[in-house]
């Protein structure tokens, strides 16, 4: 099973869709529920979301989270429920709110690590109490405050109590008599079952008089005016609350500096709380952005990975769901990072570029690495496929490397079989999922291996011989780069890695002559497609933000990228010769590179990449280059 999304690209000429698939092994691991006094959000451990960490927004992942960091939401998607609203009322000592509170709970218990806690009302109190005044039982007490440690009463007590509350000629359904027993109502609808409730215990009567109060409007208001205030006051809270915070006008509104709540006792006749609404939305205006705020972090729960359907098309929809709640309503890196008037968009463009190539760099030497001390060998394809999977767990958005790890996987597993197969090798059932399964966990051994020797210094300090922090810098401005560039351009980048992957391939099958001609001209059209969409992409980015099509390339990556497209990796290799673990130029290399720059193409020098990475506090990355390769001149 997989989630597949279409992406949809317009041109002048025809509409074209992509592909990406998104495997739920990868994507739908175990979640967790992030909550805050904005609302909760449901999200991937390995899910990178923002995190404000000494006044700068970092990316980091879910599992990382603690309570009271704080954690950047969408305004749009703030969902505020009862028990936010009931955190704000209860602060606001101007409101009689936790008086109310207090006088229709029995008990109301201490708040738990997950923020939540136990309310005890007090029907089910005296309900159990007075239904208990002939009964021995010791652990009564616990049991209807429901303590820890303590059962509840069984089915059958309730069944038994049902029964005799109903014999006082109470008149309501058995469900609805069950729920006053647990706790899940305060009060009933009918306040004259108060009455009849005083058969069972004598309480019932004064709650049932305080009705009279209210009307009456006289002395202390007692059990009925506490349940109303109480009940009437969270929900047209929460309602006035979150279509204020939805208003865009009110969001632009400039707002007073001091709200004076109405003083004393709350109005009994008309309930009308404008003032005291208006003081808790100023509250919770002061911590929202018009378009993204940053919220601490009450309380953390995890939460088990789904288990396996039987039914394939429940599966599918579960996933679907599943996956819709990822990162929802969580401040995406474009949401941070805008794209200013006074920013290069080219010169943006330009550094990711240099950025993402050390980053990769850096990746490459570490599997290296990783490779060496490894007992077992592995295949050259599936370091490759290692280092796209550390950078979609790193990287927000990078569903290009997603579609492309996922790829490669396919690719090793067909290779593996088709060995077999020359070799006449039985290949077993369920191959292409056991060995998949197999690697993606492998995948992920690795990952914990590169994330723990990140965290300790040794990826920087031992192995790439860097200042220390320069990698998780790099993790951090490859984030911030990527968000600071237009969205059109990260589907060029798509567009184009799509382009040259269909060109390889048409390459393959035509050698090895496995292409019809009506084949040929199908998948041919595909390309010319695609080649379409990014030439519309370009002329997009060119007249909005004025970042031009040509790019400037670090030799050796442009070099070994154009030689993978024409499926031609033998002769990067004729012309780039190693010696003790360096590249070293070759006639055969400075040929490809004058014919390049005859072509237009233009490179980096030495200096150039230096400043950039001078002014972004990360020189030492400079030597993850083999520098006289991609420099020389």
Request: hydrophobic share 30%.
């Amino acid at each position: 099973m997989s989630s597949k999304y279409l992406l949809l690209i317009s041109t002048k000429y025809r509409k074209l869709y992509i592909l990406i698939e998104i495997k739920p092994e990868i994507m739908l691991e175990e979640a967790m529920q992030v909550g805050t006094g904005l609302g909760s959000r449901i999200t991937n451990l390995e899910t990178l979301i923002p995190r404000l960490i000494d006044k700068k927004v970092v990316f980091r992942p879910a599992k990382e989270t603690e309570v009271n960091d704080w954690v950047g939401f969408r305004t749009d998607y703030i969902d505020l429920g009862l028990d936010q609203i009931d955190i704000a009322l209860r602060e606001d000592k101007e409101l009689d709110y936790e008086k109310a509170e207090n006088n229709i709970y029995y008990h109301i218990s201490k708040k738990k690590e997950d923020g939540s806690q136990t309310k005890i009302p007090k029907l089910r109190y005296y309900l159990l109490k007075g239904l208990h005044a002939n009964k021995e039982n010791s652990n009564l007490e616990n049991m209807i405050l429901k303590k820890d440690g303590f059962k509840d009463f069984s089915p059958e007590d309730y069944k038994e109590f049902i029964s005799e509350i109903k014999s006082k000629g109470i008149k309501v359904q058995e469900q609805t008599i069950l729920k006053w027993l647990t706790g899940e109502v305060i009060a009933p609808r009918n306040w004259e079952n108060f009455k009849l409730l005083g058969e069972i215990n004598p309480k019932f009567n004064d709650i049932h008089r305080s009705i009279y109060n209210t009307l009456q409007c006289e002395g202390d208001m007692g059990f009925h005016t506490d349940y109303l205030y109480y009940t009437r006051l969270r929900r047209t809270a929460q309602k006035s609350i979150m279509k204020k915070l939805k208003s865009k006008k009110y969001l632009n509104k400039k707002q007073p500096e001091n709200l004076e709540p109405k003083k004393g006792r709350y109005p009994i006749k008309s309930f009308n709380f404008t003032d005291e609404i208006d003081s808790i939305v100023e509250r919770f205006m002061q911590q929202i952005d018009t378009d993204l705020t940053f919220v601490k972090v009450s309380y953390i729960n995890q939460i088990p990975k789904p288990k396996k359907k039987r039914n394939k098309k429940k599966a599918k929809n579960t996933q679907e769901r599943e996956h819709h709640l990822v990162r929802q309503g969580f401040v995406s890196p474009r949401d941070v990072y805008k794209l200013r008037d006074q920013d290069n968009p080219t010169q943006i463009r330009d550094e990711l570029y240099l950025l993402e190539q050390a980053l990769y760099d850096g990746l490459t030497r570490y599997i290296q690495h990783r490779e060496n001390i490894r007992t077992t060998k592995s295949e050259g394809i599936f370091d490759t496929m290692i280092n796209q999977y550390i950078f979609s767990r790193k990287i927000a958005e990078s569903e290009t490397n997603v579609d492309n790890f996922n790829h490669n996987i396919d690719a090793l597993i067909f290779n593996e079989k088709q060995r077999m197969k020359n070799k006449n090798q039985k290949i077993p059932k369920k191959y292409n999922i056991n060995r998949k399964t197999e690697l993606i966990k492998y995948a992920r051994t690795e990952f914990e291996n590169f994330e723990n020797d990140l965290k300790l210094g040794y990826l920087d300090n031992k192995i790439l011989k860097l200042e220390p922090g320069t990698m998780q810098k790099l993790f951090d401005l490859v984030n911030k780069y990527r968000a600071m560039t237009p969205i059109e351009y990260t589907f060029l980048d798509m567009a184009d890695s799509s382009y040259q992957h269909n060109l390889k391939i048409i390459k393959i099958l035509k050698e090895k002559n496995q292409l019809k001609k009506k084949q040929l001209e199908k998948k041919m059209e595909k390309v010319e497609g695609i080649k379409e969409i990014i030439q519309d992409l370009e002329e997009k980015l060119e007249k909005n933000y004025g970042i031009k099509p040509q790019k400037k390339y670090l030799f050796l990556d442009y070099f070994a990228s154009k030689m993978t497209s024409q499926n031609d990796e033998g002769a990067f290799y004729q012309a780039t010769i190693v010696e003790n673990g360096i590249v070293k130029n070759t006639p055969l290399l400075k040929k490809f590179k004058n014919s390049y720059e005859k072509q237009g193409m233009k490179f980096f020098q030495d200096f150039e990449v230096g400043e950039v990475f001078n002014k972004l506090g990360i020189y030492s990355a400079l030597n993850l280059f083999d520098r006289q390769l991609n420099f020389f001149r």
